[in-house]
Nanobody, 127 residues
């Protein structure tokens, strides 16, 4: 069975940091892109970042560029999202997702690019 387990969320003050993890199993990790999405209350789910496991290419939403860093450990089948300089507007449920590694800069944030989704982890940033 395919599983994506997101973890690492929590409550942090503005300016603080968190590291999210997405542990994957049940599919060929190296053939897939892993994306992070988030959904704040009353808002649509949006793409935050993505990494191509076959090429190592990374993508970021403009709102997180320079603050968030995505990385992948193929030996552990795990993708990380290091979040620094957190802002209250980063508060959301964060989800990781996996899809065939065909994403490019114009498609990585589309939810229909991803076949598998994790359960989400809550990130709350207080002001």
């Amino acid at each position: 069975d395919v599983q994506l387990q997101a973890s690492g969320g929590g409550l942090v003050r503005a300016g603080g940091s968190l590291r999210l993890s997405c542990a994957a199993s049940g599919f060929t990790f190296e053939d897939h892109a892993i994306g992070w999405f988030r959904q704040a209350p009353g808002k649509e789910r949006e793409g935050v970042s993505c990494i191509s496991n076959s090429e190592g290419t990374t993508y970021y939403a403009d709102s997180v560029k320079g603050r968030f860093t995505i990385s992948s450990d193929n030996a552990k089948n795990t993708v990380y999202l290091e979040m620094n300089s957190l802002k209250p507007e980063d508060t959301a449920v964060y989800y990781c997702a996996a899809g065939w590694d065909t994403v490019v800069d114009t498609t990585w944030a589309r939810q229909d690019e991803y076949d598998y989704w994790g359960q989400g982890t809550q990130v709350t940033v207080s002001s």
